[in-house]
Every structure is written in structure tokens, then in C-alpha cells.
């Protein structure tokens, strides 16, 4: 890995071992002692301290509301990309995390992390491709404990939490809102772990019952499942009021695994490697297609290329929550309300990842993505200018599809290949195809969910339940355990404050 020259020239070489201030580092420029070199994380705003990757896991969101990215990307070349095919999934993750991570306590055994973040995958490639036609791929990411996407960042992210606290003799509590897909993900990644205690909050009645099962039957001391009598948009403004109390905060040690958490994205990356190596690449571009909601998956695809992946063109799907692709229309992002479709877990308002690419695009001005976040919150909107604007179509293009074009692609795929696909891949497959690239350009889909996870609509467009996986066979025999409480802020609290093991 080539160390990008303008990190030696900011001067962010620093002694491992946590003394940010030691003179050392100025000592080893005139000495030219060689010092372990560390990665460093700045704000998208521009007003938080840098972090290095440790502090950048734990904190989450920085403190002047952006979102953490590295100070300068890494990169490899040409030689070293076409070096590592042939790696398996583990090898390859430690080898694409490594730069991100230097400097943490997590550098000495990054490799037998991923080793045991992966072993509970039930696909021994761990992300299979598939082949749909020619030159048409689907990704499977649905191998993981929960079903989706999000097992392969936060299976590694929950090692990453429990090695660091460990180093540094301390707990987190995380406390999180889920409507579906994250809760199950985030607790499946971290029960049973020493130095995490995590409180789940779902709204009662409101999710699927595969969604709900997956959270409620995963028996460890160390996660509360709470059943929340109201709307998802009340258990996600609980969480945030108990973030907001710096006290409650301070005493509880409060994170979260939200998809705004820069080690989420880091652990994103590494399929975009593994399928892209698959396909030809470095020694040919590729196309991936990604079905996405808050932008933190098909960003990660982006920090991809950063690195030197060689992609023609990402093609954003949503469904009718379509404020991406309206974006990508017309350099405007424009808030609308949301609606809920047969692809929930892109049922958003606004893509808070998007913050990350504006940061990029916009020459890492702080206060300018600062302008256009306080526009925002202000009127809803901000149009981002024409020149970052253009550049950002020449990477990036957006299709959108609704709930009866969803039905109508699962049934499509179905008669065509004899794949079963969930809704969410639907709309990747769909945008991907209406998307017109040049067909000698393999096309990569990411299939973020696995079927059985959606039965209702795989059922109502092919006629078919798709049945759980083996591992899951048995999810509705198993016994539920959570806590029914209020929509009361102070009971939550309560709860969350006897329960959390200090
Ligand atoms: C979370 C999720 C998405 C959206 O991912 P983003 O990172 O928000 O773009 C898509 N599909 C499934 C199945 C998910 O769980």
C-alpha cells in the first residue's frame, strides 16, 4: 500500500501508544526516524478535533454534527489491486481495512478479526456472485446471521468495539431505534460481548414478524429488546433525547452503530473489491448497481474508487422515497415526506451519507457542506454548484421504482433465471438495467437482502414463499423475550440505567 504523499506532508505521522502530543513526531522529521504511521479522520464540518480510528468507532456522529472522514484516502495501484485476487473474503477485508485502521489498537490482528467477524457466514465465498445474463451479476450479501447487507459491516464492527474497549479497559452501552433490518444486525453483532450492553428499541406491532424474531429470540444477558407502544419516530426521538442528555450520555457511556459510524463504511468497502476482482477488474472497469436509502453502501462503493478500483458508473436505485434520484436529476436535494413501500429499509426522508460525498466533491470545504446542511434544516433543500454537480454525473446515476415495478421485476427475474430476489434487490436490478451502459461493461447488483426476509411480496409476484434459510428454519419455535414499555422518555431511561451492567 502506497502511503498518499500529502498525509507525510500534514504531518499526521504520529507515535502509536496514544501520545498525540509527544514532540516526538517533530524529532523523527529531522532525525528521519521511521514512526509508525497513523491514519487520521476529519469532520465533514470541519469544527471537530481529527480522531484516529479508535475514537472515530466509538464516537459515531463528531461533535460539530458531521460525519467522519480519513484526512487523505489511501490508494493502491494497478499491480497491488490485480495482486490481491484470489484472497479469500477474510484475507481480502484485512487487506483492504489495513490503511484505515493504522494506528489502532486493532492493526496487530486485523486478519483474525475478519477470520471470526466471517465465520458465521452460511456461504463459504461469504459474498457469492450469481450470474442473471450476460453480463449481468447479482452480489449476494444476504450470507450473514440476519439476512442482509448490514451483517457484513457490523459482524466485523462488533469485534472491532469489544477489542478497543478491552484495550482500553472500559464499556459502551449502545441504544439504538430500529424499524426492521438494523436492530437485528447490531444485536446479532454484538451479543454475548464483555464490554457491550445493548438496548433495542421497536415499535410495537410494526414490524415484520421475521424483523421482530430476529431481534427478540437471540438470548444474551446483554441484549434488551424493547417494545416501544408507538411509531418508529417515537423510539428513534427517544434515542436521540438520550443523546442529547449529556448527563445520561456521560453515565452510560452512550454509542451507537448507526450507519453514519465511519467503521461501517470502511467494512462495506471490501465487497466492492471482491466482486469487481471477480469480474476482471482492475484490468476492467465495472458497473455495480445499488439499491440504497441513507447512501452509506453505494458511498462505500465510492471510497472504492478513492482507493483506485477501477468503476465506470454507480447506479443509484431507489424506490418511491426517491430524493436521491431526484437529486441526481437536477442538482437539487429536495426533502419530501415518507411513504412506506414493499422495500422498507429504504423508506427514508434523507440520505445522511450523502453529507460524506459532498464533503469530497466539494474540495473538503467544511464550511461550505456546513452551508448547505444549515440550508437544509432551514428550508428543506440545497442545490449543491454546477461544476461539483457535473462531476458527481459522471460517476454517479439515479432510477427510482415503485412498488407495483418492484412485484413486477421479482416476477421478471424469477421466469427468466429461476432466482428468487427481495424487493430491495428489485429496485438495484431494475435501475441497473434501465440504467443503458455500454453491455460489454460487466453490471454488478447488489442483492441486499436475502428473499425469505420479504416473503409477502416475493410471494405475491412469483407465487412462491421463499423458505428460511436452514440456520433460521426454526426462527418461529423459538421463544421471544422484550420488554413492553410506554412512549414515555423517563421509563426508557429508567430501564435502560437498571439493566446496563457498571
Ligand atoms: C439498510 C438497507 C438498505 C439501504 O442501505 P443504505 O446504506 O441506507 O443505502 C438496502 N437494502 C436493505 C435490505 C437494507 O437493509
Known amino acids: 500500500m502506497r502511503v498518499p504523499r500529502h498525509i507525510h506532508g500534514n504531518g499526521v ?202 431481534m427478540t429470540t437471540v438470548a444474551a444477558s446483554n441484549v434488551h429488546n424493547i417494545a416501544v407502544k408507538g411509531t418508529f419516530d417515537d423510539c428513534q426521538d427517544m434515542v436521540k433525547a438520550m443523546f442529547a442528555d449529556t448527563t445520561f450520555r456521560a453515565d452510560m ?40 436509502g441513507n447512501f452509506g453502501n453505494v458511498f462505500a462503493g465510492f471510497v472504492a474508487t478513492r482507493m483506485g478500483l477501477p468503476v465506470a458508473k454507480f447506479i443509484v436505485g431507489s424506490n418511491s422515497n426517491d430524493i436521491l434520484t431526484r437529486y441526481f436529476e437536477t442538482g437539487a436535494m429536495t426533502m419530501e415526506g415518507v411513504q412506506p413501500t414493499l422495500s422498507p429499509s429504504m423508506d427514508i426522508q434523507i440520505s445522511s451519507n450523502f453529507e460524506r460525498l459532498l464533503f469530497d466533491s466539494l474540495g473538503r470545504d467544511g464550511a461550505a457542506v456546513s452551508r448547505l446542511m444549515d440550508g437544509l434544516k432551514q428550508s428543506g433543500a440545497y442545490t449543491v454548484n454546477d461544476a461539483a454537480y457535473r462531476e458527481m454525473l459522471k460517476l454517479f446515476v439515479g432510477h427510482r421504482l415503485d412498488d407495483a415495478g418492484t412485484k413486477r421485476v421479482i416476477g421478471e427475474v424469477y421466469k427468466s433465471t429461476g432466482q428468487l430476489i427481495d424487493p430491495h434487490t428489485a429496485v438495484g436490478v431494475h435501475a441497473g438495467r434501465v440504467a443503458k451502459l455500454d453491455p460489454a461493461l460487466p453490471r454488478l447488483t447488489l442483492a441486499t437482502a436475502h428473499p425469505a426476509k420479504f416473503p409477502a411480496a416475493v410471494k405475491a409476484a412469483t407465487g412462491i414463499h421463499p423458505p428460511l434459510p436452514q440456520a433460521l428454519a426454526d426462527l418461529f419455535e423459538r421463544t421471544e423475550r422484550f420488554t413492553t414499555l410506554p412512549n414515555d422518555l423517563d421509563q426508557v431511561k429508567a430501564f435502560v440505567r437498571k439493566n446496563a451492567r457498571r
Open 13 to 214: 505521522w504520529l507515535p502509536l501508544g496514544g501520545q498525540p502530543r509527544s514532540i516526538r513526531p517533530l524529532l523523527g522529521a529531522f532525525l528521519f526516524l521511521p514512526e509508525p504511521y497513523a491514519l487520521r479522520y476529519v469532520s465533514t464540518r470541519g469544527r471537530a478535533p481529527e480522531l484516529g480510528f479508535d475514537d472515530v468507532l466509538l464516537t459515531g456522529l463528531a461533535t460539530d454534527g458531521g460525519l467522519y472522514v480519513p484526512a487523505a484516502w489511501p490508494r493502491f495501484s494497478a499491480a497491488e489491486i490485480a495482486a490481491l485476487a484470489g484472497l479469500d473474503y477474510p484475507a481480502l477485508a484485512a487487506r483492504i481495512m489495513a490503511p484505515f485502521v493504522a494506528g489502532s489498537v486493532l492493526e496487530k490482528d486485523l486478519e483474525g478479526l475478519t477470520r471470526e467477524a466471517y465465520s458465521t457466514f452460511t456461504h463459504s465465498a461469504v459474498a457469492p456472485l450469481t450470474q442473471l445474463a450476460a453480463n449481468d451479476w447479482l452480489v449476494e450479501l444476504f450470507h450473514g446471521p440476519t439476512l442482509a447487507f448490514k451483517d457484513y459491516a457490523l459482524q466485523a464492527v462488533g469485534l472491532m468495539f469489544d477489542r478497543v474497549l478491552k484495550a482500553r479497559g472500559s464499556r459502551i452501552t449502545i441504544v439504538g431505534a430500529t424499524s426492521g433490518d438494523t436492530g437485528s444486525a447490531a444485536i446479532e453483532a454484538t451479543k454475548g460481548r464483555a464490554a457491550v450492553d445493548i438496548f433495542i428499541l421497536h415499535p410495537e406491532g410494526r414490524t415484520s414478524d421475521v424483523q421482530r424474531r430476529q
Open 253 to 292: 457511556n452512550l454509542s451507537a452503530v448507526n450507519s453514519i459510524n465511519w467503521a461501517r463504511i470502511m467494512a462495506q468497502v471490501v465487497y466492492y473489491f471482491w466482486a469487481a476482482l471477480h469480474v476482471g477488474a482492475p484490468h476492467r472497469p465495472v458497473a455495480f448497481s445499488v439499491p440504497t
